[in-house]
């Protein structure tokens, strides 16, 4: 029932920027962790960058300075602002969260289905 919705992904030339989007749908009360993930060909899937409900994050070391991860509580909505892609940045981003349901004991963690993001000249 609920479900994460992944946008933005494509093809983008090196140094160039793309902003990921991920939106929670569903009979939700709220949202604690969101973070993205990624996982490029021959690899294990990778944290990116991680926000709290209350805004505060952290990244990866090779994406600190480039990416910016930020959210809409109202909108149930994490983003990945990215810049100055690098070609070692090509990947499937899969967005992630904490849901919570009144009816539920404790949070439950969903995946999104991913979206690809490819950098090359």
């Known amino acids: 029932q609920v479900q994460l919705v992944e946008s933005g992904g494509g093809l983008v030339q090196p140094g160039g920027a793309l902003r990921l989007s991920c939106a929670a749908s569903?009979?939700?009360?709220?949202?604690?962790?969101m973070a993205w993930y990624r996982q490029a060909p021959g690899k294990q899937r990778e944290l990116v960058a991680a926000?709290?409900?209350?805004?505060?994050?952290n990244y990866t070391d090779s994406v600190k300075g480039r990416f910016t991860i930020s959210r809409d509580n109202t909108k149930k909505t994490v983003y990945l602002q990215m810049e100055n892609l690098k070609p070692e940045d090509t990947a499937v981003y899969y967005c992630?969260?904490?849901?919570?349901?009144?009816?539920?004991?404790?949070?439950?963690?969903?995946w999104g289905q991913g979206t690809q993001v490819t950098v090359s000249s």
């Open positions: 992630n969260a904490d849901v919570v349901r009144l009816d539920w004991g404790a949070s439950r963690n969903y």
């Open positions: 569903g009979r939700i009360f709220g949202i604690y962790d």
């Open positions: 926000i709290t409900r209350g805004g505060a994050t």
